[in-house]
């Protein structure tokens, strides 16, 4: 057995494809909290009595709890972009949102309803009121803060995606996504025009962002959807056209300003394809690694791509809702498989829903610190 490490050194191993002594933990990251539902069940079971305000408005995780997290014994802690309080006029369920698209809560969701660019003009697209990071992000207190938990504490640091939903969910959910997605062929200088203004968007906010805490991160988080269950949303063509050339700015600027952290993409579904092209773009950890989905099978993955880039995820959804021996086998499985080596960070693929039983999620991170040693 090998002697314990800190959590920084635990995660910083295993992100540098050396097997630290045990699998490291995450839960609280880009696409991987707790729904609120769960996450006040699970608080009550746990006896945590604090009060913690949501780090953010206008979805159904909205929750970042270091109380639930120590409990966990979760390695990593975010550093989150804290919104500026909007006064969001919320009707039958409704409200716009910065960007101008009009949200609606759903269950466990906020689905897009109405999208405010109605054609494929540059016109309408210079005439857009685009939102300023200062106006959407307070960045005070963002250093101290980051400072303090790298010098006082153990935990590696990443920090958390700003937006949720990257250069093509957000062009989808301003333009509608059938209409972009023609709009790629169509109206291709629109569609690239309509990207760019969102690239440079979140290119500023990151580079706020870096410039205040890039220094103490171990991880910098992004994201952008490009699969389903059982395909690519986008071709490869189109993504080399359109998307790897934003991810390559914004990972090169990661580089210079988080000197020390590894990027991180999270992109769901069926994205084997397009891994390559993550490589290439400088993407250095992919998450959620989503087995059910088309050509993810975790060995295969890890056997093609394992020494050229790091997982974080592969904790699915279903067994997770399962019994206790079906979410022993799904941690068995993905730690037999993306642990070898290193290079695999235990998480949830996605945000865990509501109905999820509390004591399979205690139990999933027990049994990893348990059993899933090096």
């Known amino acids: 057995m090998k002697d314990k490490l800190s959590h920084r050194e635990r995660v910083e191993l295993a992100l540098d494809h ?25 608080k009550k079971h746990l006896k945590i009595e604090n009060k913690v305000q949501p780090f ?25 972009p804290l919104r500026k309080k909007k ?16 949200n609606k809560f759903e269950g466990d969701f ?33 250093r101290e803060y980051s400072k303090y938990l790298f010098e006082k504490t153990d935990f590696a640091l990443s920090l958390r995606s700003p937006f949720s939903g990257g250069f093509l969910d957000r062009a989808c959910y301003l333009r509608g996504t059938e209409n972009f997605f023609m709009d790629l062929y169509l109206n291709p200088d629109f ?27 171990s991880i910098v988080e992004n994201n952008d959807d490009y699969g389903t269950q059982e395909s ?22 990661i580089r210079e300003k988080a000197p020390k952290a590894k990027t991180f993409l999270h992109s769901d579904g069926a994205v084997r394809e397009l891994i390559d092209d993550f490589i290439d773009s400088g993407v250095e950890i992919l998450n959620p690694i989503q087995a059910s989905a088309r050509d993810m099978d975790t060995k295969r993955l890890k056997e093609e791509f394992g020494d050229r880039i790091c997982f974080h995820g592969g904790i699915e959804q279903k067994p997770l809702s399962g019994s206790k021996e079906q979410v022993y086998e799904e ?19 996605n945000h865990i829903g509501s109905d999820v039983p509390l004591e399979n999620v205690i139990y ?7 059993k899933c040693i090096y």
Not at 18 to 42: M, N, S, V, W
Not at 114 to 138: G, I, T, Y
Not at 193 to 216: C, P, R
Not at 331 to 349: E, N, S, W
Request: proline share 6%.
């Open 232 to 253: 690519l949303l986008i071709s490869p063509e189109m993504f080399k056209k359109y998307l790897k050339p934003l991810h390559m700015r914004l990972n090169k600027l």
């Open 56 to 80: 953010r408005f206008g979805h159904t995780a909205n929750y970042y709890d270091e109380d639930i997290l120590d409990c966990l014994d979760i390695d990593i802690r975010r550093i989150l």
């Open 110 to 142: 906020v689905n897009y309803v109405d999208h405010p660019l109605k054609e494929p003009s540059m016109e309408v697209l210079n005439r857009h009121p685009w939102p300023e990071p200062e106006e959407m992000f307070s960045f005070s207190d963002l």
């Open 191 to 217: 569609a690239e025009g309509l990207l760019h203004k969102i690239f440079d968007i979140y290119y500023k906010t990151y580079d706020l962002l870096l410039s205040e805490v890039g220094e103490y991160l």
């Open 331 to 349: 941690l068995m499985l993905r730690f037999h498989t993306l642990g070898k080596d290193g290079g695999y960070i235990m998480a949830p693929v």
């Open 18 to 42: 050396k097997e630290p002594d045990r699998l490291p933990l995450d839960l609280g990251g880009t696409a991987g909290l707790l729904f609120d539902g769960l996450y006040f069940r699970l």
């Open 87 to 102: 006064d969001y006029t919320v009707k039958d369920n409704t409200f716009v949102d910065e960007w101008g698209v009009l």
């Open 364 to 370: 999933l991170y027990e049994t990893a610190r348990q």
